[in-house]
């Protein structure tokens, strides 16, 4: 196969045209030289570590710095994806995505069990940046769940069994593709084995089975990462998902006063918590406290940190002093956190409603339930309204980030991809002349929506029983709501809700709208249109205004009609899936 340059490629920089080729393409003939801004190879001025020399024996290798070009990243990630994508067929060998098993150097450190706990790490040469992935995965909190949780999800408290390689999904994922920002850092995923929410502290012994260890491997695993490129970083992004986006909020402080304690003033330690943001509120229906999903949310907390020896950041511990458990709730150890930290939470999150005892499959919800769900997105949107960096869909769902269609989810026409390196930029520019955001860049945004799956833009929601998809409708009759009688309710035709009938979603999706809610918004009408694009191109005679959607449909206000205005007289036809507001 020939190798073509993309025209658009041409107008890059020499410099950036051999930065990128050399990241990208292994040969060991090129991993000779190190091109500066387009001078002439000049020698290595620092001497190789003992780790770099190692290496050196089977491979040459080399560094590239990108942070120059970071002031102009738009422009920089678009022209790098171009380049990537057209350099992959010249590579002089497959490129290797895929992230390799390392235990810890300290093996006292280790998961439940006492087998040894570890990392994944893809390096990425020339790269600055760092990921630091904490995995998710639920806690037990005595004996008798930590030793069922090992009878039955025994790769969550051992690592006996875990692969030599794992692919990295979502912002974890090396392809450009799907990873606009981040695909070119380096790449670290550690598995979740302590059980503890990543913060304990405590050996195995005689007396207890388990080690809970979860704050010290985290630990370990940045002292271990200082031998392999860390030493030179800009960035340190800790991430994680469910538990382990707790475990971020718990942690990030910390590991940014480690790397300062051992010298390493220089590197930007950030967090990204997904999913990880819990309420402490009252359950739907209290049960006893005898495993984890049916424990209410503050009992395991007060537990499992006694069982665990659990750890919270210093300023939190003396913000609830003798109630350190509070710490594990976002919206509490939040304002304690000194290190910048971008929030991403489902407003309608299935691990909360789980721990406060709604199931939506089985039985049809109650009125009452519904109730509880809707309270619980308006509890999460007041928790967030302060934290100035965060993405919230008013989805039904839980963890985000590492998804593969982490990049499709909007929030007021944003994607978090874009959100997150919105807060990047902002960032940037901070620690330089201490600027207000970039315009336009958006990076605080929260659905105002108040039911699960009001965003058209929600991940497909599962028959948990057959694994079929299920659009809005299917999913409110599958949890036992009676929509013909909500059809009747708002003065719609059934029809509008025969879930073959092409204007249900656009008719419910109106129905979910903020200003349905309100009841603020005009009658409105839809017509089917053979052609999406003609959303875009129609210009009404009349004033009758176009509201944009993502169906092939039009939407007109009829209050600008004007007196004695029709549309029939338009020539247009009125859906029987009118729903009527004023």
Same mark, same amino acid.
């Given at each position: 196969? &020939? ?13 950036? @045209? ?61 022209? $790098? ?38 990392? !994944? *790490? ?20 005595? &004996? ?21 390689? /794992? ?42 089975? !388990? ?7 985290? /630990?370990?695993? %940045? ?45 930007? $330690? ?19 406290? $005898? ?49 910048? $930290? ?22 049809? %919800? ?42 499709? %989810? ?42 699960? @799956? ?33 059809? @009747? ?34 009658? *409105? ?21 176009? *509201? ?8 007109? @206000? ?25």
């Amino acid at each position: 196969m &020939k190798c073509r340059w993309p025209q658009r490629s041409i107008r890059v920089m020499s410099v950036i @045209h051999w930065a990128v080729m050399l990241g990208l393409i292994q040969s060991g003939a090129l991993g000779a030289r190190r091109f500066r801004g387009g001078r002439n190879p000049q020698p290595r001025r620092a001497l190789p570590s003992a780790h770099s020399r190692d290496r050196a024996e089977t491979t040459e290798s080399f560094s590239l710095d990108f942070t120059a070009v970071e002031e102009n990243m738009d422009n920089f990630m678009t022209q $790098v994806k171009n380049l990537a994508q057209s350099l992959y067929p010249c590579s002089a060998q497959k490129l290797d995505y895929d992230m390799k098993l390392h235990f810890l150097e300290n093996t006292s450190v280790t998961c439940n069990d006492g087998t040894p706990a570890g990392y !994944y *790490l893809k390096e990425s040469k020339g790269s600055r940046r760092w990921l630091i992935f904490l995995e998710g995965g639920w806690y037990c909190f005595n &004996k008798e769940n930590c030793d069922s949780r090992y009878e039955t999800m025994r790769r969550l408290m051992s690592s006996s069994k875990w692969s030599q390689t /794992k692919t990295g999904t979502g912002i974890l994922s090396s392809l450009p593709e799907e990873n606009p920002h981040w695909w070119n850092a380096n790449m670290v995923f550690i598995p979740y084995c302590s059980s503890d929410v990543w913060s304990g502290a405590t050996p195995k012994t005689d007396q207890n089975n !388990y080690a809970f260890m979860g704050s010290l491997i985290i /630990k370990e695993v %940045v002292k271990d990462l200082l031998t392999k490129g860390l030493d030179n970083a800009k960035i340190l992004l800790l991430a994680g998902s469910s538990a382990g986006g707790t475990g971020v909020l718990l942690n990030v402080d910390p590991v940014s006063e480690l790397l300062e304690e051992l010298g390493h003033t220089n590197i930007q $330690v950030r967090g990204l918590s997904d999913s990880g943001w819990f309420l402490d509120n009252k359950q739907y229906r209290c049960t006893d406290c $005898v495993d984890t999903i049916n424990c209410a949310p503050t009992e395991v907390i007060k537990r499992g940190i006694k069982y665990w020896g659990g750890v919270v950041p210093e300023r939190c511990r003396q913000a609830y002093e003798g109630k350190e458990w509070n710490c594990f709730f976002g919206y509490k150890v939040y304002p304690t956190i000194k290190r910048p $930290v971008f929030v991403v939470q489902w407003l309608f999150d299935e691990a909360q409603l789980t721990v406060d005892n709604i199931h939506l499959t089985g039985q049809p %919800v109650q009125e009452g339930q519904w109730r509880y769900i809707q309270n619980l997105g308006t509890e999460l949107r007041n928790t967030l309204k302060d934290v100035p960096a965060m993405f919230a869909p008013a989805c039904l769902s839980h963890e985000f980030i590492t998804r593969n269609y982490w990049t499709d %989810v909007q929030v007021k026409g944003t994607s978090l991809p874009r959100a997150l390196h919105c807060w990047d930029r902002s960032l940037q520019e901070n620690s330089r002349n201490n600027k207000s955001p970039p315009k336009g860049c958006p990076m605080h945004l929260i659905d105002s929506c108040p039911w699960p @799956h009001c965003n058209p833009t929600c991940p497909t929601i599962r028959d948990q029983s057959t694994g079929q998809e299920m659009n809005v409708i299917q999913f409110l009759m599958h949890m036992g709501f009676d929509v013909q009688k909500m059809a @009747h309710q708002q003065g719609m035709d059934p029809i509008c809700f025969d879930t073959s009938n092409p204007f249900t979603h656009l008719s419910f999706d109106l129905m979910l709208s903020p200003a349905f809610s309100r009841g603020s918004v005009p009658t *409105l009408y839809g017509l089917p249109s053979p052609d999406p694009l003609i959303n875009d191109q129609f210009k009404s005679p009349n004033g009758i205004i176009l *509201l944009q959607h993502i169906l092939p449909m039009q939407i007109f @206000h009829t209050e600008q009609l004007g007196d004695g205005g029709d549309a029939q007289n338009r020539d247009l036809e009125r859906s029987p899936c009118q729903i009527h507001l004023s």
